[in-house]
Every structure is written in C-alpha cells, then in structure tokens.
C-alpha cells in the first residue's frame, strides 16, 4: 500500500510472509513503485538488499510473517523490513566453504548505510540509499 506521512513522505507498506515464493512479487512490487516515483536508478540496490532482508527473516526469524516499508524522503531513500526476532544482525567473517553468512556484509557494501533496532515485538533492519541530490 502507497501513502504519504503526515510529514510528506511517500511510502510503500506491506504486510507480508517472508518466504520464498514472495521474493520476485515483492521485488516487482518495489520496482514499480521505486520507478513511479522516479528512483529508477535504485531498483538493482534496493531491491538486492530487499531480497537478503527477506531472505533473512526466512532464515533466521522463527515467524516469518514481517512488514516491509519503503520511505522516499528528500535525502533519498530508505527500507525497513520489521520482524518478531530480538536476535539483532551482526557482520560475521564469513567461511569460504559455506554458502552462507554473508548477508549483513552485502548490505553495507550494497547501501549507502544499514543498522538494526529493537523494538516492543522484534527489531527493525534497515538500509539507506542517499538520492544524487543530498550526495
């Protein structure tokens, strides 16, 4: 669902299971709306670090029933996806034999900035993309 905030930022908000067969529909799904509103050129990196945020929910999070919300603010462009897990990410050294663990690394070499946060029923993740503007 798209609205703007009381404070004039677009966003995008859903409600969503994180599995799977959800990740090329949400990845549309934000594709459409990053190009509606003119943010064309962050489709490849956002909707990477949409797809590992995901990804992690499935994996790591014992429900995978999330929020993912998009914001368009005049500094760019940020992305949340919310969950029921307190377990907060870290950046691991990840092990070469593995085909795993290198999630939260992709994330900060992919946006511009990424952090974690509690909240009353799980945390927060988040990236940030600057626009070209507010670079």
């Keep these: 669902m ?5 404070t004039g930022v677009q966003q995008y ?24 509103l003119g943010c064309g050129e962050l489709v490849g990196p956002a909707t990477l670090c949409v797809t590992e945020m995901l990804s992690n929910v499935h994996k790591h999070v014992h429900s995978d029933a999330c929020v993912l ?12 996806v919310s969950d029921r897990s307190s377990a907060l990410p870290v950046i691991r050294e990840p092990d070469d034999l593995l ?5 939260v690394q992709l ?12 909240t009353d029923d799980g945390k927060d993740v988040w990236v940030e993309f600057r626009s070209v503007e507010a670079a």
């Design 99 to 103: 085909e795993c663990g290198r999630g």
């Design 2 to 6: 798209t609205s703007r905030t009381a």
């Design 107 to 118: 994330l900060n070499a992919t946006a511009d900035a990424w952090g974690a946060q509690p």
């Design 69 to 80: 919300l998009l914001q368009v603010t005049p500094s760019g462009l940020r992305i949340v």
């Design 13 to 36: 908000k859903q409600e969503l299971t994180a599995t799977p067969e959800v990740l090329g529909p949400t990845r549309k799904a934000v594709t459409v709306y990053l190009r509606e």
